[in-house]
């Protein structure tokens, strides 16, 4: 049985960015899908995970824009409910 295309053509990510991409999803197991990821969240994961310096102050700027994003797709569109 060949794999879904949403699988198979999955978009690639680029090399390093997982980081940011775990971050992400670790953190938002814990919030509600409307809320935006707390500044303290992130930054407490940095101090648990030794993020530091221009890393950390990329993981403010990547996990900000991926958190807009994923607002934006989860906000009910209308007739939704």
Known sequence: MPLPEKISNAPKMLV???IYFNAFTDLSAFRNPSDSLRW????QYCKENDITGIQRENMFYHLS????LYIRIMKPKDGDT
Request: proline content about 0%; glycine content about 10%.
């Open 16 to 18: 390093g960015l997982d």
């Open 40 to 43: 303290e969240s992130v930054n």
């Open 65 to 68: 824009s991926l958190d807009k």
